[in-house]
C-alpha cells in the first residue's frame, strides 16, 4: 500500500466514524424523553435546550440525519470500492462488500445505537449542538426531498400530516402510566390517582353528583328552632333550604354562619338569652348564602378551578331545564382523584362485600368507577354512572329479583329491588375464554 491508499483507509474510517455519529443521534433523539429534556433545559442545561428544539420538528431532523448517514456510507462504500480493487483486482469489489457490511453494521450501527438507547437523554444532549448545525445546512435539500416524497405519496392518494400525533399527549401519558404499572414501576392505587387526575377533563358533573333523592335540605319557611336542630342533626355543614317545593331552593344555610347567629341572639341587645328564645328569634334567611347553580353537562376539571376561583365547595346541579338534579362538592371531585376521603361525621354506608368464591354484593348506587378501582375491572361507565344504571341501561328493561345477566366478563344477579329501583347486585367475574 502506498501514501494515497492510507490516505484512503483513513478517509474510510473517519466517514464510519461520521455514520456512527449520526446512527446514534437519530436513535438518542427520537427516543429521548421531552419530559425530562424540558426539565434539563429548565435547569439550565443548552444541549438539553437544543435538543428540545430539533425534536419539535421531527420530519426536518430525521430527514437531515439520513441524508447525512447515507451520504457518508455511500461515500465510505465507494471508497472502500476503489481501495480495495486497487490492491485485489477485480475480487475486490467481493473483500470491499464484505468488510465494509461487517464495519457499518456493527460499529456504524448497532455499537452506536446501543449506547444511544441505554443513555438517551445524557446523548442528546451531547449530539444536539452539533446535529443543530447539520440540520441547517441540509434544510433546504431536506426540504426538496419532503416535497418529492408527499408528491409521490398523493399520486397514490395517502397524505402525510407531519404536525400529527397518533396519541394526544393525555394519551401518551396515560398509556406510559399503564405501561409502568404492568412493570410494576407504578403501584395501582398511583395509577388509579393519576388516571383518575387525567380523566376529569372527560368526566361531566353528572356522573359524581348527590342525586337530588339523596338532598338533606329543609323547608326555608320552618320554624327557626326545626331548622337549627335539622342542621345540628346532618352530617353535613351545608344545608338546602327550599321554599314551595323542595326543588325550590332560595338559599344554602352553612352551619358556622347558624351558629354564630346564634351567638349573636344569645348576646343580643345586652342581655344574654338561653338557646331557645336565641333560635326562636332567629331569622334564617337572613344567614343563608345565595344558592350556587351549575350545570350537569360541565366538565369535572371546568368545575374544579370554579370552585377554587370562587373559594366555595358547594353547587348545586341542574340540567338544561333548569331543573334540580343534585348537588356537587369540592370533595366529591377530590374523591374522583384519591378515592374515599371519610372523616368522623360521615355516615357510613353499605359497600361492597366480598363472599367466598369471588363473588362480591354491592349496592345497586355503588359508582362503577368505585367498583373498577376496588376490584381492578373495566366495566364502561359512558353510558351509566352506577352498577344499578349498567343494569338497567344493558338490559333495556327494570329487572326483578333473582334475575341474572352475563355482559361485558361479568355475571350480575339482582337480590334487592325497592320499587324501580335496584338496591342490592351480586356480581362475579367469569372466566376469560
Given amino acids: 500500500m502506498d501514501a494515497a491508499d492510507w490516505w484512503t483507509a483513513f478517509a474510510i474510517l473517519g466517514l464510519l466514524g461520521c455514520s456512527a455519529f449520526f446512527s446514534g443521534s437519530e436513535t438518542a433523539l427520537t427516543a429521548t424523553n421531552r419530559a425530562a429534556m424540558h426539565q434539563l433545559a429548565a435547569n439550565g442545561s443548552r444541549g438539553a435546550a437544543t435538543a428540545l428544539k430539533l425534536t419539535e420538528d421531527n420530519e426536518r431532523l430525521l430527514g437531515s440525519i439520513l441524508l447525512g448517514n447515507n451520504l457518508v456510507n455511500v461515500l465510505s462504500t465507494a471508497l472502500a470500492t476503489t481501495l480495495f480493487t486497487g490492491l485485489l483486482g477485480e475480487t475486490g469489489v467481493a473483500y470491499a462488500t464484505l468488510v465494509m457490511t461487517v ?14 438507547i ?35 405519496f398523493s399520486v397514490i392518494g395517502v397524505k402525510i400530516d407531519p404536525d400529527a400525533h397518533v396519541l394526544a399527549p393525555h394519551e401518551q401519558i396515560r398509556g406510559a402510566i399503564a405501561l409502568h404499572h404492568s412493570e410494576g414501576g407504578v403501584e395501582k392505587d398511583e395509577r388509579d390517582r393519576l388516571l383518575a387526575a387525567l380523566e376529569l377533563r372527560e368526566r361531566e358533573v353528572a356522573d359524581v353528583m348527590r342525586h337530588r333523592r339523596d338532598l338533606q335540605s329543609i323547608s326555608a319557611d320552618a320554624p327557626s328552632d326545626e331548622i337549627v336542630s335539622f342542621c345540628l342533626a346532618s352530617p353535613h355543614t351545608r344545608i338546602p333550604l327550599w321554599r314551595g317545593e323542595p326543588e325550590n331552593i332560595v338559599g344554602v344555610l352553612h352551619a358556622k354562619d347558624l351558629l354564630r347567629a346564634v351567638d349573636r341572639e344569645m348576646r343580643g341587645n345586652g ?42 365547595h358547594f ?26 376521603i371519610a372523616d368522623e361525621h360521615d355516615i357510613e354506608v353499605e359497600g361492597l362485600i366480598r363472599e367466598t368464591g369471588g363473588s362480591i354484593v354491592v349496592p345497586g348506587s355503588l359508582s362503577i368507577r368505585n367498583l373498577n378501582r376496588a ?53 362475579k367475574e367469569l372466566p376469560r375464554a
Fill in 103 to 116: 464495519l457499518v453494521t456493527v460499529f456504524a450501527e448497532v455499537a452506536p445505537k446501543t449506547y444511544a
Fill in 118 to 152: 441505554t443513555r438517551p437523554d445524557q446523548a442528546s444532549t451531547r449530539v444536539a449542538p452539533a446535529i443543530e448545525i447539520v440540520v441547517r445546512v441540509f434544510a433546504p435539500l431536506v426540504s426538496a426531498i419532503s416535497f418529492l416524497v408527499r408528491g409521490a
Fill in 271 to 312: 342581655e344574654t338569652v338561653n338557646i331557645a328564645e336565641a333560635n326562636a328569634r332567629l331569622d334564617v334567611m337572613s344567614v343563608a348564602r345565595q344558592p350556587w347553580f351549575v350545570p350537569d353537562t360541565r366538565p369535572l376539571d371546568d368545575q374544579l378551578r370554579a370552585f377554587l376561583k370562587k373559594r366555595q
Fill in 315 to 340: 353547587a348545586l346541579v341542574v340540567d338544561e331545564y333548569g331543573t334540580l338534579q343534585g348537588l356537587i362538592t369540592l370533595e366529591d371531585i377530590l374523591e374522583e382523584i384519591v378515592g374515599d
Fill in 375 to 427: 376490584c381492578d375491572w373495566n366495566l364502561p361507565d359512558d353510558e351509566a354512572t352506577t352498577v344499578a344504571g349498567l343494569v338497567i341501561h344493558e338490559a333495556q328493561a327494570i329487572p326483578t329479583e333473582g334475575q341474572v345477566f352475563a355482559f361485558h366478563g361479568v355475571r350480575f344477579e339482582v337480590l334487592a329491588r325497592e320499587r324501580q329501583q335496584i338496591t342490592k347486585i351480586r356480581m
